[in-house]
């Protein structure tokens, strides 16, 4: 049972263009949801976080929206950089599980071409 | 350093043997979880330590996989008598405390290969 569902393994987009990455979830108790960046052969870096009681979250050149009645989230970058090439993965939690434990998309792996 | 250390950062063993996975996490940060990453699959939650509470086990798949967490510090995962399946990369994260809103840092990971 997948909680939390990125359904584009991939995307490719030009240097200077935006990137938008997807993700889906089907618990209605998350309320706290992540993205993260990870190049190979290192761990996941946070990237940018929103809580449910927002549908919008900015930092520098990375927004996430969300929309809960859609049970969707979405990651913009703007503008792709070539450094932004990596695999993104969404993550979510639920302060019912008390820990903090993050359930994670299987990930989408972002091309920026130069 | 200043981030969350884990060794091995590979490990190749054969199928029945024993493993022991290092993490210590940032100095300071009482929460921390070990996940792990099959090919092609994103990360699956392990287990959580967060203070002196007793641990959330919920994710470990098997009584073949138990961990420690020492002195509120580094811990150690525990794999006994390893199958192919267990075959991942094994991450541990720290965070500043448990529970919500507290984003996870994660180490680079061992990568575990059973023969």
């Known amino acids: 049972d997948q909680q939390v569902k990125q359904n584009s393994p991939s995307l490719s987009v030009q240097e200077g263009r935006i990137s938008i990455l997807n993700c889906d979830y089907t618990n209605s108790m998350f309320d706290y949801f992540l993205w993260y960046k990870k190049y190979p052969a290192e761990g996941p870096t946070f990237l940018i976080s929103i809580s449910s009681i927002k549908d919008k979250n900015e930092d520098g050149r990375f927004t996430v929206f969300l929309n809960k009645s859609a049970k969707h989230l979405s990651l913009h970058i703007v503008p792709s950089q070539p450094g932004d090439s990596a695999v993104y993965f969404c993550?979510?939690?639920?302060?019912?599980?008390?820990?903090?434990?993050?359930?994670f998309g299987q990930g989408t792996t972002l091309q920026v071409k130069p | 350093g200043a981030g969350v250390s884990q060794s091995p950062s590979n490990k190749v063993t054969e199928k029945g043997k024993d493993v022991e996975l290092r993490c210590d996490p940032i100095?300071?940060?009482?929460?921390l979880y070990w996940y792990r990453q099959s090919l092609g699959q994103g990360l699956e939650f392990l287990i959580y330590?967060?203070?002196?509470?007793?641990?959330?086990k919920s994710g470990l798949p098997s009584d073949r996989f138990s961990a420690e967490r020492t002195g509120g510090s580094v811990s150690t995962l525990t794999i006994q008598r390893t199958q192919q399946e267990d075959s991942a990369v094994y991450l541990c994260?720290?965070?500043?405390?448990?529970?919500?809103?507290?984003?996870?840092?994660f180490g680079d990971g061992t990568r575990l290969s059973i023969l």
């Open positions: 330590f967060q203070g002196n509470s007793a641990p959330d």
């Open positions: 100095s300071g940060h009482t929460a």
């Open positions: 994260a720290s965070s500043l405390g448990g529970g919500l809103n507290q984003p996870q840092h």
């Open positions: 993550a979510a939690s639920a302060f019912s599980s008390n820990t903090g434990k993050l359930i």
